[in-house]
Structure formats: C-alpha cells, structure tokens
C-alpha cells in the first residue's frame, strides 16, 4: 500500500532573470517500509524535492497524497502534521547545541505530547537501541560526527513518523562512517518498518535502497539495479 503518493508535482523558483523551473512533473510512488533513494547531480532539484514532500516548502501545481489524504504547506494543522507523521535527518545534522543528546531526541516529542519525563524515556529508548545511551548527557560539540548523526536519526523516529526524509546525511562523513550510518538506516527500516527517502550522490548507497530514482531535467526516472 502507498503511504505518499505524487502526482505531476511542479515547483518553479522566480528571480531577477526570470522563472526557474526546478520540477518539471514529478511522479511519484513510496509504500510503506520502502527505503527509497533519490540520486542527481547538484543543483537538479534533489533537496528541493525533498523539502516540498516533507511539507517545508509549497509546490505550484500537481498534488501530494498522504495515506489517501491530500496536503499541502497551506493546510492548518500542517505543523502537527509534521511533527506526528514525517521525520527529517539533514546533513549538518542542525542539532540545539544548548541542550544534551537526550534532550535533542527527546524534544519533538515534548512539543508533540508536553510529557517531559515520558519524552525522556522513549528517548533513552532509542539511545539504548543505537548503543549512544552512554552520550545522553553530552553536548552536540562534544560528540562525534557519527554520535550527532545518529542522535539525528533518533529524532527522527522518535515520534514513530509514517516516513522519514534524509537529505545527504553521509554528506559529511567519511566512507566508514557513511556505510555504518546507512547499515543503521537499513537496521531501523527492518526493526521499526520505518519508511525512508534518503537524497544521496552516492551511487552505491542509492543501490541498498528497495528502490533508486535520478533526478534531471525536473523529471524523476527508476534506476533497475
């Protein structure tokens, strides 16, 4: 069954030299417990893409359904939305840098359910599961790139979101530690049935998704590995 569901999607940018037509028509199918990868070379829309299917930015035309639901940014209850049902990963990981590991995880679902000691202890949880459990109380600045990117991901998970959005998280990583955050990733897709659509220009992680599209020209097409 598919949980998103795309349909001749169109987003254009306008600037002093005119418009820039970034999606030309996208198509788009994800089913539940899919790991989908979308690969292209930059400036070819990827994040952009990405940023219009997680709700953070509008699209101009076609439409976006959600568990047979249409949404759009406009929608009024968006912002619950998106803390209850998308999860995000970004590449500079955009960790509160004021508040400790378990707080971090721990915060989006605070804002989702105002239980600070319940938040905490779903959020050692996850920690416990992604063996970080011993960084709870440490700063972002004093963990590792790799802690910080798995602390991330457990944000991103915590509140148990329909899919989660990963926009280059091995984008600054190097290749050990890139190929142990996607064995995570694949590890939380088969553990949680978690739904991912992770951007990546690595060409051998987009091969361990279930399925790789390529963006150009503002047109997604299926690569058959």
């Given at each position: 069954?598919?949980?998103?569901k795309?349909?001749?999607?169109?987003?254009?940018?306008?600037?002093?030299?005119?418009?820039?037509?970034?999606?030309?028509?996208?198509?788009?199918?994800?089913?539940?417990?899919?790991?989908?990868?979308?690969?292209?070379?930059?400036?070819?829309?990827?994040?952009?893409?990405?940023?219009?299917?997680?709700?953070?930015?509008?699209?101009?035309?076609?439409?976006?359904?959600?568990?047979?639901?249409?949404?759009?940014?406009?929608?009024?209850?968006?912002?619950?939305?998106?803390?209850?049902?998308i999860?995000?990963?970004?590449?500079?990981?955009?960790?509160?840098?004021?508040?400790?590991?378990?707080?971090?995880?721990?915060?989006?679902?605070?804002?989702?359910?105002?239980?600070?000691?319940?938040?905490?202890?779903?959020?050692?949880?996850?920690?416990?599961?992604?063996?970080?459990?011993?960084?709870?109380?440490h700063?972002?600045?004093?963990?590792?790139?790799?802690?910080?990117?798995?602390?991330?991901?457990?944000?991103?998970?915590?509140?148990?979101?329909?899919?989660?959005?990963?926009?280059?998280?091995?984008?600054?990583?190097?290749?050990?530690?890139?190929?142990?955050?996607?064995?995570l990733?694949?590890?939380?897709?088969?553990?949680?049935?978690?739904?991912?659509v992770?951007?990546t220009?690595?060409?051998?992680?987009?091969?361990?998704?279930?399925k790789?599209?390529?963006?150009?020209?503002?047109?997604?097409?299926?690569?058959?590995?």
């Amino acid at each position: 069954m598919n949980i998103l569901k795309v349909e001749n999607l169109k987003k254009s940018y306008h600037d002093a030299g005119g418009k820039l037509e970034i999606l030309k028509g996208i198509d788009l199918e994800i089913n539940a417990g899919e790991t989908v990868a979308i690969t292209g070379q930059s400036g070819s829309g990827k994040s952009t893409l990405l940023h219009v299917l997680g709700m953070l930015d509008d699209y101009d035309s076609g439409s976006i359904i959600f568990n047979n639901e249409p949404i759009k940014v406009s929608d009024k209850k968006i912002n619950k939305f998106r803390n209850s049902e998308i999860g995000f990963v970004f590449q500079f990981h955009y960790l509160l840098e004021d508040f400790t590991a378990e707080e971090n995880i721990a915060m989006p679902a605070f804002i989702k359910n105002n239980d600070k000691n319940a938040s905490k202890k779903a959020a050692q949880v996850l920690m416990k599961k992604l063996d970080i459990i011993n960084r709870k109380d440490h700063y972002p600045n004093q963990l590792s790139g790799g802690e910080q990117q798995r602390v991330a991901f457990a944000r991103a998970i915590i509140n148990n979101p329909k899919i989660v959005f990963a926009d280059e998280p091995t984008g600054n990583l190097d290749s050990e530690h890139s190929n142990e955050l996607i064995s995570l990733l694949i590890h939380l897709n088969k553990s949680f049935n978690q739904t991912f659509v992770i951007v990546t220009h690595n060409e051998d992680i987009a091969g361990k998704m279930d399925k790789h599209y390529h963006l150009e020209n503002g047109k997604l097409s299926l690569i058959n590995h």
